[in-house]
């Protein structure tokens, strides 16, 4: 699977819009982009997936450039139980099971 | 609908002892993943399971570690003779197919003293 690149930090404050980029410059065409968040001491929670359309569901946004080589999860209403860390994974879809390796993500804090 | 459940969430286990660790997947999930998180560290894979047979087992890290998964659905993940280095979250995961999301359960913290 290709690799991400992910800021190790953001902040954003409460109620605002929280935009987390994310780098995959080798993405193949057959790999999708999946965002997890794991908040303290819970286990990884699934946001969020795109191939290349922009994709929206009840938790957040999911931005793909043209070309794929970057997207950006946008949280639009963050609030303080927002505070996690971020992980952009890409991963193929359809050869098989895959398993998943996160990187360091980012850690996002959202402020009153 | 309910999520992947695990038990217990913690379990703290004298160095030696043998311990196991529960995982009830989504229900009509297919594909069983147990992965590990150790204290600031990435997952590490363990073991995927399909349906009842686990075509992969190349991440245990020793013969120590042993799954199973009966039914098509409970999965049970046994480490026998616990050491020090095997503290850390266990987690599994399910999806409904090998090639969809997957999605975590709360992990089990366990502790090797």
């Known amino acids: 699977d290709a690799k991400t690149t992910q800021p190790p930090s953001m902040d954003c404050a409460e109620g605002r819009a929280a935009n987390l980029p994310c780098n995959h410059s080798t993405i193949s065409g057959n790999e999708y982009v999946y965002w997890y968040r794991q908040i303290h001491s819970q286990g990884p929670q699934y946001i969020i997936h795109g191939l290349k359309n922009n994709e929206t569901n009840e938790m957040a946004s999911l931005i793909i450039t043209e070309d794929r080589k970057s997207s950006t999860l946008i949280l639009p209403h963050a609030t303080l139980r927002d505070t996690a860390v971020y992980y952009c994974?890409?991963?193929?879809?359809?050869?098989?099971?895959?398993?998943?390796?996160f990187g360091k993500g980012t850690m996002l804090l959202v402020s009153p | 609908g309910a999520g992947v459940s695990q038990s217990p969430s913690n379990k703290v286990t004298e160095k030696g002892k043998d311990v196991e660790l529960r995982c009830d997947p989504i229900?009509?999930?297919?594909?069983l993943y147990w992965y590990r998180q150790s204290l600031g560290q990435g997952l590490e894979f363990l073991i995927y399971?399909?349906?009842?047979?686990?075509?992969?087992k190349s991440g245990l890290p020793s013969d120590r570690f042993s799954a199973e998964r009966t039914g098509g659905s409970v999965s049970t993940l046994t480490i026998q003779r616990t050491q020090q280095e095997d503290s850390a979250v266990y987690l599994c995961a399910s999806s409904l197919a090998a090639t969809d999301t997957q999605y975590f359960g709360p992990g089990t913290r366990l502790t090797v003293l």
């Open positions: 994974i890409v991963r193929v879809r359809n050869s098989g099971y895959s398993t998943l390796t």
């Open positions: 229900s009509g999930h297919t594909a």
């Open positions: 399971f399909q349906g009842n047979s686990a075509p992969d």
